[in-house]
C-alpha cells in the first residue's frame, strides 16, 4: 500500500511540475497583427493629435489621436511596467510623430520604452476587433500545447 501512495505522489508532483514548466512558444503581438493586418508596422502618428493610450498588454499599447478618426496600435520591444501604474506619458519621435520602425519611445517618468511597430486601424472598434482574434489564436496555441503535453504525459507513463 505504501508503494502505491508513494507512486501516486510522485506521479502528482511530476504533473505539477510538468505542468508548471509548460513553455510555449506563442507568437507576439507584433507578429499576429503583423500578419492580420497586412502593415509592416511602421505607421505614424502625430504627436500633437494623440489624445489618450491604454495599457492592452504587457507590450500592447492603444492610441487615440484626433483629426482623421485614426485609432493606433503599438508594440514595445520590451514590457513596460511603468504604463500599468504610470498617470501619464509622453511620446517621443522626430519630426513631430511617432512611428514604428524608428527609435522612437513612449517615456513615462520611470522609464523609456521603445516603440517597435505601429499599426493603423480606421476606428477603436477595428482595432479591438483584431486584438480580439489575436488573443483567441493566442489562446487556441496554448491549448493545443496543454493537449500535447497532456498527451506526451500519458504516453510516458504507460510506457
Known amino acids: 500500500m505504501?508503494?502505491?501512495?508513494?507512486?501516486?505522489?510522485?506521479?502528482?508532483?511530476?504533473?505539477?511540475?510538468?505542468?508548471?514548466?509548460?513553455?510555449?512558444?506563442?507568437?507576439?503581438?507584433?507578429?499576429?497583427?503583423?500578419?492580420?493586418?497586412?502593415?509592416?508596422?511602421?505607421?505614424?502618428?502625430r504627436q500633437r493629435s494623440i489624445r489618450g493610450y491604454g495599457l492592452l498588454d504587457d507590450d500592447l499599447i492603444s492610441?487615440?489621436?484626433?483629426?482623421k478618426k485614426r485609432y493606433y496600435l503599438a508594440t514595445t520591444f520590451m514590457q513596460c511596467y511603468s504604463l500599468q501604474t504610470g498617470f501619464q506619458a509622453g511620446f517621443?519621435?522626430?519630426?513631430?510623430?511617432?512611428?514604428?520602425?524608428?527609435n522612437d519611445k513612449i517615456i513615462t517618468s520611470d522609464e523609456a520604452c521603445p516603440i517597435k511597430s505601429i499599426y493603423e486601424f480606421e476606428n477603436r472598434e477595428a482595432a479591438f476587433a483584431v486584438v480580439k482574434k489575436i488573443d483567441k489564436i493566442q489562446d487556441v496555441i496554448r491549448e493545443e500545447a496543454k493537449k500535447e503535453q497532456e498527451k506526451k504525459e500519458l504516453t510516458d507513463t504507460a510506457g
Open 92 to 102: 517621443k519621435g522626430d519630426f513631430f510623430e511617432v512611428c514604428g520602425g524608428r
Open 2 to 45: 505504501k508503494i502505491l501512495n508513494c507512486g501516486l505522489v510522485l506521479f502528482g508532483v511530476f504533473s505539477l511540475v510538468s505542468c508548471s514548466s509548460l513553455n510555449v512558444d506563442v507568437p507576439s503581438y507584433d507578429e499576429l497583427l503583423r500578419a492580420e493586418t497586412e502593415q509592416d508596422g511602421r505607421a505614424c502618428v
Open 63 to 67: 492610441i487615440s489621436s484626433s483629426g
